[in-house]
């Protein structure tokens, strides 16, 4: 018989005082994924070498204004990058640390 | 659960088994040795408090402690496998044993929950795997287990300070750039824990590469880069476990990080080769 | 008490370094997120269902050639 993997549940223990910051965790979380996912997605559209110049610089433009929006509101909720970080097991650190 | 002296006899067994009906248990093996003399386990506590026991057959040596079924069935056990605390409990338990057989006989540990519904069931797989047993009780003779990861050293985050990125390309040019970075120093770490993997091997009796570490569980953050497990003889040990303390000390970009001694869980492997 | 172990192969060892080995490596916290208030549970998150469905759109994008956003 072999065992399968545990399975660990991650309880979210909130109050009325912190459930604001708690469900902004979460929620950044999933934004900072998904932003990550668009940049790497970006960066391997600008790589094929199909996008225009003014299309890479579009791009390029509203990735960089949407950083700088998740920096200010990880700033907002006191919130590190690291806090953000969400190890999904086999589909791997999806949300990286930035280099 | 049940509690008892340590005796190598099944009739002792069968009668107790007899007297308590309820609740049914499982006869959950800890390891097997050769050479081992049952009465060195005396006091030896297996899962939940309840004694060793030896169940002989061929040579060998099984060592078996009584589980409640309520708990260890198939049914019971998936849904205890999903409470790591339970689970942390059972496996601390599990190898606390197993380090008691391996003090006194050469040993290979079991894997986690390996149960048999009776004696004769694990006499029987003593007789039916006897060869890969005793080739798994060769291989592990006079050697322990060692473990050497490597960590990548936590990188300085980029500085908050520098300026902007002036135009957007610019900026998806930095993006590429850092990503460029890091994928250069992943494949000059992954080249150079390959040559240190090597090296360890061939002072080894026999070697694994393991899987990275889940950062949940080993609580860690910075990114596991090698996991690798290492089968020394007793005689090596000390001389391995320097070499693989100081081969990367001057590369400060990976922490090498040795442990050991352990029973040989990752060595007892009784599929063929 | 179990007897005091005077194996040479008694070091101690972590409980992520043990799960590897009685479990089988690559042991995987499959993560869900339950969200409590006032000691109640409340709402379960399954991340990882929401994170494959997000990928696997992204990875059709791919293949969709020069699109207009």
Redesign the interface.
Known sequence: ????????????????DS?QR??MK?VLT?VE??RQ?M??????R??QG??S?GQ?????????RLE?AMSELRERFDLS??DL???????G??VR??? | MSSGRASSSSRTAARKEKADPMPASGHYLVAVSRSLDPHALTGVQGIRDSAVRVVECEGLQAVVCDVDLDEFGEEPLRRNLENLSWVEEMARAHHAAVCAVDAVATTVPMRFATIYESEDRVAEQLRVLRDPLTEALDRVDGAAEWSVKAYAAPVAAEAEDRPRAETGAAYLARRREAVEARRRRESDDEQVLSDLHHELATRAVASRRLMPQDPRLSGRQEPMRMNAAYLVTHDAAQSFSDYATKALADRTELRVEVDGPWPPYSFASLEPS | MTLESTTRASAQISLVDLLDRLLGTGVVLVGDVVISLAGIDLVRVQLEALITSVRSELDQGEDAGTDEA
Not at chain 1, 58 to 63: Q, R, V
Not at chain 1, 85 to 91: E, M, R, T, V
């Open positions: 018989m072999r065992p399968e993997p545990s399975r660990l549940t991650q309880r979210l223990e909130s109050d009325p459930i708690d469900l979460l999933l994924l998904i996912l940049e790497a997605q970006a960066l391997r600008v790589e199909d996008l110049p890479v610089e579009d791009l390029g433009s509203a990735l960089m700088e990058p690291e970080n969400l190890d999904l097991g086999p589909l650190t999806l640390r930035e280099p």
